[in-house]
């Protein structure tokens, strides 16, 4: 089977390897559509070892299959079956995986037992991971669920409120679904950033509203306020930089919610005034919401593929993350590879 390796730091080569065995909870899945997510850029470009020690290793976690050999122990998936797969592993035992909260399953050993690969013909994949894929929804659909499974989970924190307006700060893989998630949610949505073509991408995907930047780094918040006077009720920053946190805190509106998604520096803001603006903060560690991402999208209200900007083959997906994270990258919208055919 082929399979793209990271051998180093922006080092991905096409390769053969030996396919993959099924655990008896595992199941072994062909990859038909596979979008890189900006988690896998930062496990590309791998600075200063964070994401990855030991090479040569996979790379992908968002993607969408079919079912081609199930485990001993695998039940309610079969041959055939199309599916796609959250990113991280879970126990299914824990108090958080029962209460379906399995991005933040209790045991450790799963949440660090090594990521998802996909940018391959075939992977391994515990099968609680997986969910089918309803009528209507594409592979290319089924592959881009990572944006609004993780905004799913920032809202069932947030909880906007139809009318209110949310600011998606980032335009990228997330931001994206976020935009799209947030106007399914019946929200006005302003998406802040992207130098390039990335913040029209935005406008594709169901963006009312854009305050692009011109350069990286740049504080926007007046042009944001401009927009919502009294301040924005919900913020999702899906940058990850310290910019975007800056900018969550100073378009907020007294008594608004914040969803963060990481970012390296302490918050911008000191507990006082925390106090008097009434803020509420979010971590937000991926999501969950699997199968009710694929429904919104199987009913029509959320189409995340006028974001797609590239389609490239397995062999050229030294091109796809050149082109996400060289100089163009600002007008690359989302990346599909497409491993093999469905
Ligand atoms: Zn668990």
Partial sequence: MKAALLHGPSDIRVMDI??????????IVRVVRYAPYGTDLGAYKNEGGKYIKDYPTGIGADFSGVVEKTGSAVLG???????SALAMAHCGQCRNCRAGKTNICLDDSFLNAGRQVCCQTHT???????????????????AMLGGIVDALNAFEMMKPQVGETIAVVGVGAMGWGAVGTAKAAGLRVIAVGGTGKRSKLARAVGADHLVPITSHGEEVSAAVLALAPDGVDCVMETSASDWGVAQCFSIVTPGGRI?????????PITPWQLVHKEVAIFGVRAGHHQDLALKVIADGKIDLKPSITHRLALEDAPEAFRLLTGPESQDVGRVIIEVTDP
Avoid: C, N
């Fill in 18 to 27: 030996d396919p993959p065995e099924p655990e008896p909870d595992e199941v």
């Fill in 77 to 83: 998936f079969d041959i055939g079956d199309r599916v």
């Fill in 124 to 142: 391994r994949v515990m099968a609680r991971k997986l969910a089918k894929l309803p009528e209507g929804v594409s592979f290319e659909d089924a």
């Fill in 259 to 267: 969803a963060l998604t990481g970012a390296p520096a302490p918050l």
